[in-house]
Structure formats: C-alpha cells, structure tokens
C-alpha cells in the first residue's frame, strides 16, 4: 500500500482548488489533519465536509477516518524524512562525518562481537562442504557477495544469492554439511527467515549475522550478533555496513588461519594467474 504522503503529493496537480486547499492544510500541518474532525478540517480548508469526504476517496480510503488513520501513519513512519537534518554541509564536514562514524562502528562492534560465536561460526565454514550466503536489500546482498568473494579464494565451494524465491529454491535444495550465512542488518526479513528455516529442515548449518533477538537470528545455529544504532541523519548512508564487513573479514581470515593448508594452494594459483596476465606486482591485493 502507497503511503497517503506519497499519493497526495503524486495526486496534488489534478486536485481541484477546494481539494488542493485540503491537501495545502495536510502538507503544512500534519498534526492538526491527523486530530481534526471532519468538520474542522472543512472549516479550516473553506469546503463542505462532502468535499473532504471525496478529497478522501480520490486518495484510495473508504471514509474519513481511514484517511486519518493511514495519514497518521505516514506521520510517523516519515517524521525524520520531512525536514531532514544534517551533520554536515560540505565536503570537508561530509569527509569528517563519514570517517568518523566509521571508526566510531568499528569501536563499538569490537566491544560487541561474540568471540564464541565467531570461533563456531568459523569452525562451521571452515569444513562446509558447500556455503551458501543470502542476503537480500541493497547493503545485505553487498554482504553476501563480500562472503562469496572472501572464501572462494580459500578452496571453498561458495555461492551468493540475493533473490527471495532464488533463496527458497536454494535452500531446498541444500544437503548434510552444506552451510547457510543469512545476513541482515535489520533481522526483520521474513523471507530470510523462511529459507533459513526450510535450509535447517535439510540438513546445513545455519550461521548468521544480524541483529540479536530478531527473527532471523532465532532461524540460526550460531549467530554473530550485531546491533548498532544509525542516528537521525537520513542523508547520510548507513554505517552498519563497516560493522558487518569487518565481521565478515574476521570470520574469513579464521576460516583462513584453519584451512591453512587446503587455502595456499588456491591463493598461490590466484595470484600466479594475477601477475600473469594482470600485472607483475606481486604486492598487490588479491584479486581486489
């Protein structure tokens, strides 16, 4: 369902003017709208209270007080995103504020990582016989690509996937000593949760990273957790994610350190292949 927000301003231009009088007043005091009666909303806006009840309707609600109820939702879903605030307001503050929060992520996340769950989780992938990572969204799909990318290169057989239904399909099909990462900042995704379940059911080791207590974190064998608070700036993009790479570094180079001697000879041919036909400068990254 489209948020009423989103429908008046998408709708505004083909108001009529006693319809765009009521939608002026909704725009400019939302408080007022969401506790007004209808009376008082038509006296406000010099209309007849039939005129609001068609202002509602034109909006997809039944009446007027599903108006209100679905207006007072998009009050408080978009209270943050109305008169965005800031930080920072050129580049030298943006550089600031941006590594800043960073080092600040990574400060609280070495105060909050599970060591046990980071050894058992480690011990789980080390000796998968297949690892499969989901996760969905813009920065939880970037994670599971950073675990695809981090333990291919260690001999393992890993695959990545983002999509829902892909995911479900995936994790039927999972066998006995296969492994599962999920990986969400939020914990709230549903369908994670539902193929990590159905992944359970057949056999893998579920390990996860995310939020404690959250649903997906109650689908897990091992979970990681990782519980961070983003701040009211809506401009600025998310912070976690600094949290949630390094937390898959830290299990990949323990999976790393146990997987010693099955992991050098795929780094060797890696990085053979890499000054063959890259470069010749052995000090670079691997493959980054």
Same mark, same amino acid.
């Given at each position: 369902?489209?948020?009423?927000? &989103?429908?008046?301003?998408?709708?505004?231009?083909?108001?009529?003017?006693?319809?765009?009088?009521?939608?002026?007043?909704? =725009?400019?005091?939302?408080?007022?709208?969401?506790?007004?009666?209808?009376?008082?909303?038509? &006296?406000?806006?010099?209309?007849?209270?039939?005129?609001?009840?068609?202002?509602?309707?034109?909006?997809?609600?039944? $009446? =007027?007080?599903?108006? @209100?109820?679905?207006?007072?939702?998009?009050?408080?879903?978009?209270?943050?995103?109305?008169?965005?605030?800031?930080?920072?307001?050129?580049?030298?503050?943006?550089?600031?504020?941006?590594?800043?929060?960073?080092?600040?992520?990574?400060?609280?996340?070495?105060?909050?990582?599970? #060591?046990?769950?980071?050894?058992?989780?480690?011990?789980?992938?080390?000796?998968?016989?297949?690892?499969?990572?989901?996760?969905?969204?813009?920065?939880?799909?970037?994670?599971?690509?950073?675990?695809?990318?981090?333990?291919?290169?260690?001999?393992?057989?890993?695959?990545?996937?983002?999509?829902? $239904?892909?995911?479900?399909?995936?994790?039927?099909?999972?066998?006995?000593?296969?492994?599962?990462?999920?990986?969400? #900042?939020?914990? /709230?995704?549903? *369908?994670?949760?539902?193929? %990590? *379940?159905?992944? $359970?059911?057949? &056999?893998?080791?579920?390990?996860?990273?995310?939020?404690?207590?959250?649903?997906? !974190?109650?689908?897990?064998?091992?979970?990681?957790?990782?519980? %961070?608070?983003?701040?009211?700036?809506?401009? /600025?993009?998310?912070?976690?994610?600094?949290? =949630?790479?390094?937390? #898959?570094?830290?299990? !990949?180079?323990?999976?790393?350190?146990?997987?010693?001697?099955?992991?050098?000879?795929?780094?060797?041919?890696? @990085?053979s292949q890499l000054v063959t036909f890259?470069?010749?400068?052995?000090?670079?990254?691997? &493959?980054?």
């Amino acid at each position: 369902m489209v948020d009423i927000i &989103g429908t008046l301003q998408r709708e505004m231009d083909g108001l009529s003017r006693s319809e765009q009088r009521i939608a002026n007043i909704v =725009f400019d005091d939302r408080q007022f709208a969401v506790n007004a009666s209808i009376i008082e909303l038509a &006296g406000r806006a010099e209309v007849s209270p039939p005129t609001v009840t068609r202002f509602c309707r034109r909006l997809g609600c039944q $009446s =007027f007080s599903e108006f @209100k109820v679905r207006l007072a939702q998009s009050a408080f879903i978009g209270q943050r995103y109305d008169e965005p605030q800031s930080n920072a307001s050129n580049a030298e503050e943006v550089v600031q504020t941006i590594l800043t929060r960073a080092q600040s992520v990574l400060h609280n996340l070495n105060d909050q990582l599970d #060591i046990p769950s980071i050894e058992q989780a480690a011990d789980a992938i080390a000796n998968a016989k297949m690892v499969y990572a989901f996760g969905s969204g813009g920065n939880s799909s970037l994670f599971a690509g950073e675990v695809q990318n981090r333990l291919f290169r260690l001999g393992l057989r890993a695959m990545a996937t983002n999509d829902h $239904s892909m995911q479900l399909m995936t994790a039927s099909t999972v066998q006995e000593g296969d492994v599962v990462v999920g990986l969400s #900042i939020s914990g /709230r995704n549903r *369908e994670l949760s539902r193929a %990590l *379940e159905v992944a $359970s059911g057949y &056999g893998a080791k579920i390990v996860t990273i995310t939020k404690p207590q959250s649903l997906v !974190a109650e689908a897990t064998d091992v979970n990681i957790p990782i519980d %961070l608070q983003e701040g009211k700036d809506v401009l /600025r993009p998310s912070s976690a994610r600094f949290a =949630f790479l390094a937390a #898959i570094d830290v299990v !990949a180079h323990l999976v790393a350190i146990k997987r010693k001697d099955l992991a050098i000879e795929p780094l060797r041919r890696i @990085k053979s292949q890499l000054v063959t036909f890259r470069d010749e400068d052995d000090s670079q990254p691997l &493959g980054d």
